[in-house]
């Protein structure tokens, strides 16, 4: 699937792109030694994690914000656009300064061998570079060790969670989940994980730079947060340890921040009786069946699903089945998107429906008796969240 919108700035520039994901970063490392080294940078929270990148950074912008500090953050995938993946100081990348990076990159020969997303990550460089934030929050795009955004030299590391995703990539096992994952970990430099994770592939990375590990207890329920979900505590722990790293923060203001983080797709309410959130495997789906249990208790449940075909689909299927009362199958455009039908024939409720992602209508959605859950995977929101203009 390509990044909406990304292909006419491609096109204007003269700029091709490769289609095969091919791990490794000899080719990050030739485009930006041409443009000078965009990526060295001294103070960068690098995130990576199966679950909860979106929301630890979510907390971690919230808290630069309640200390008045500059932040350039690129995450994926896109929420509306390209644009919204590339942001500074809480301001999406505009057309006129995303044509200005382009423009930049369009001089280096090597950027065709790119993909589209290593092109993009390195549009995120320049942009912050030029922008000049106090700090860099970078969300991996799959893995960690040969993902594209792994050509930072310096950054304190996040590891928000381990658990098996993106198989056909990263193995099937959490030691080889975990190598990928702990390859952003740079040489002494400080390394934050929830407790429960599990350490091993961690810790031999750690061992192996000399880096430092912080293995963190959530906060308690007496600290306030926006995000629903008792999950988001340790995510709002390992945003407040990442980022004090870096920064000194008053308490006051730390507390301000946390009640103030916003995401789009964890739990996000879009219509009366709709939400979205991404949970788009196994132990994602666990945490908002958890959440709707006890948000929502004995009201009907609709859930609306899209998902990848190398996620544990039939896995996060049973979990949602364990509170749904109606489930709406949905296709849509991504080439590794779950053709509907395999959760027909896997299907153990009686209400059930397929649909596709352009006829799946929020009105409707909303009018229903039901509380509504979009839900599965971020490129399915995304394409459906662009189809609505939400």
């Not at 505009?94 to 390195?122: H, W």
């Not at 949905?330 to 053709?339: D, G, I, P």
């Amino acid at each position: 699937m390509q990044i909406p919108g990304f292909a006419s700035y491609k096109e204007r520039h003269g700029i091709t792109s490769r289609s095969v994901i091919e791990l490794g970063l000899e080719r990050m490392e030739r485009v930006l030694d041409k443009l000078g080294h965009p990526e060295r940078f001294s103070k960068v929270i690098h995130v990576a994690g199966t679950n909860g990148k979106g929301s630890t950074i979510a907390f971690i912008k919230a808290l630069c914000e309640s200390h008045s500090i500059s932040y350039g953050a690129f995450q994926s995938p896109a929420i509306v656009d390209v644009h919204d993946q590339i942001v500074v100081a809480g301001q999406a990348i505009t057309s006129e300064e995303l044509d200005a990076v382009m423009m930049k990159i369009a001089q280096v020969p090597e950027a065709t061998e790119l993909t589209d997303f290593e092109l993009l990550t390195i549009c995120a460089f320049v942009h912050f570079q030029h922008k000049a934030p106090e700090v860099w929050i970078i969300e991996t795009g799959m893995g960690g060790r040969f993902d594209s955004t792994n050509v930072i030299p310096k950054s304190v590391a996040v590891i928000t969670s381990l658990s098996l995703d993106h198989t056909n990539f990263l193995g099937t096992t959490l030691d080889s989940i975990g190598y990928h994952k702990a390859g952003i970990i740079k040489s002494h430099s400080n390394v934050f994980v929830p407790s429960t994770t599990y350490l091993p592939p961690i810790e031999q990375q750690v061992n192996e730079v000399q880096a430092t590990l912080h293995s963190l207890e959530p906060f308690g329920p007496q600290v306030e947060l926006s995000l629903l979900g008792e999950h988001q505590r340790m995510n709002a722990t390992l945003a407040v340890h990442a980022l004090e790293s870096l920064f000194d923060l008053d308490p006051k203001k730390v507390e301000l921040g946390l009640k103030q983080a916003y995401i789009p797709f964890r739990m996000e309410k879009i219509a009366d009786n709709v939400y979205m959130d991404g949970a788009h495997n196994e132990a994602s789906a666990r945490s908002l069946v958890e959440t709707i249990r006890t948000e929502f208790p004995g009201q009907p449940i609709h859930i609306v699903l899209g998902i990848l075909k190398d996620k544990d689909f039939e896995g996060v299927l049973r979990l949602f089945e364990e509170i749904a009362d109606r489930m709406t199958f949905v296709e849509f455009s991504h080439v590794r998107a779950l053709e509907p039908n395999r959760l027909v024939e896997l299907c153990q409720i009686n209400e059930f429906s397929v649909t596709d992602v352009q006829n799946l209508d929020i009105n409707t959605l909303k009018n229903e008796k039901f509380k509504t859950f979009v839900t599965g995977s971020l490129y399915f929101l995304s394409e459906w969240r662009f189809k609505n203009r939400i």
